[in-house]
């Protein structure tokens, strides 16, 4: 997914995955999320969020018409480390914010 942000451009095709969250619901149910952190090459942080018709990430198509939806959210590094610390392993965080002290 391609978007344009504030003269800034997010490429999930570009930007290395950093890790990824997902609700423990099944993906065919109509309130599924996944939220995915990336980097860009420059060092910015984003996430790729999906969601099903009945998720904060819903889209309103028309009259009474509701779909899945997908949103990038630039995010700062803090937001990408809290995000990262909820979510992700403590390899995965290590990985990406250095070795945290015991």
Known sequence: MRKIIYGKSYDTDTAT?????ESSIDSNDLSYVSETLY???????????HGGPMSRYAVYQTYNTIISGDVIKPITPE???EFAEKYLSADTYEAEFGIVDE
Do not use: Q
């Open 17 to 21: 995955k950093v890790g990824m969250w």
């Open 79 to 81: 937001e990408a480390r």
């Open 39 to 49: 980097r860009k090459k420059t060092g910015e942080y984003f996430l790729h969020c």
